[in-house]
């Protein structure tokens, strides 16, 4: 067990739906990072949030946004979805960049 | 191409084998070397963390780095079939926009086999 924590394990939704996907991070790390993994692509960045400040973005579609609130917990929001969305998706925490990473168990989205 | 490659393999090999992973990339401005174990349908799990080129050893796992031929190794000695899994490498780099961003590699399927 990492210690970062992700809800819902699974999601099952229609296209054009939005969806929220949550993460708790590790006591006491700042730092939040969320990826896609998917068959083709394999685990791909998409965003990072230290501090409750967006640090980096990946090639995170403009459909897609985050933010990461005070107590430091994370949401990913997925709008408009499409099919090709479907994937696996991890939260990632780290004391701050350039720390080691752990992951969440992740939350595996299907989008029918 | 791929800033990162790996080749996906299947690997097979019998238990107690010494098993070698590797990767190479292609930025060099890349300073943080991961390797981490992913079984079916879970979050990856840290195996190893290094900085820089050298080696690093945890038990049965050996990692190594050579920035000068953009190349990276995990070594497991002793395999088990419980270290079957997918193993992936990750890297970022330092400075820029990268604020630790990982890139990985593909993916390695490795089964031991009793």
């Known amino acids: 067990d990492s210690g970062v924590t992700q809800t819902p394990k699974h999601l099952i939704t229609a296209t054009g739906q939005r969806v929220t996907l949550r993460c708790s991070p590790r006591?006491?790390?700042?730092?939040v990072y969320w990826y896609q993994q998917s068959l083709d692509q394999g685990l791909q960045f998409l965003i990072h949030?230290?501090?409750?400040?967006?640090?980096a973005k990946g090639n995170i579609l403009e459909r897609f946004s985050a933010q990461q609130f005070p107590d430091l917990h994370s949401e990913l929001n997925l709008s408009s979805l499409e099919l090709g969305d479907s994937a696996l998706y991890f939260c990632?925490?780290?004391?701050?960049?350039?720390?080691?990473?752990?992951f969440g168990p992740g939350t595996r989205l299907t989008v029918l | 191409q791929k800033e990162v490659e790996q080749d996906p393999g299947p690997l097979s090999v019998p238990e107690g084998a010494i098993v070698s992973l590797n990767c190479t990339y292609s930025?060099?401005?890349?300073?943080?070397f991961m390797w981490y174990r992913q079984y079916s349908r879970k979050g990856p799990e840290l195996l190893m963390y290094?900085?820089?080129?050298g080696n690093k050893e945890d038990g049965r796992f050996t990692a190594q780095v050579d920035k000068s031929s953009k190349y990276i190794s995990l070594f497991i000695r002793d395999s088990q079939p419980s270290d079957s899994a997918t193993y992936l490498c990750?890297?970022?780099?330092?400075?820029?926009?990268?604020?630790?961003?990982?890139?990985f590699g593909q993916g390695t399927i490795l089964t031991v086999h009793p």
């Open positions: 949030y230290y501090n409750g400040e967006e640090r």
């Open positions: 290094t900085y820089s080129s």
């Open positions: 990632a925490s780290s004391v701050a960049e350039f720390y080691e990473q752990f």
């Open positions: 990750a890297m970022s780099a330092t400075g820029g926009t990268s604020y630790g961003k990982l890139t």
């Open positions: 930025n060099s401005a890349f300073q943080y």
């Open positions: 006591s006491g790390d700042l730092s």
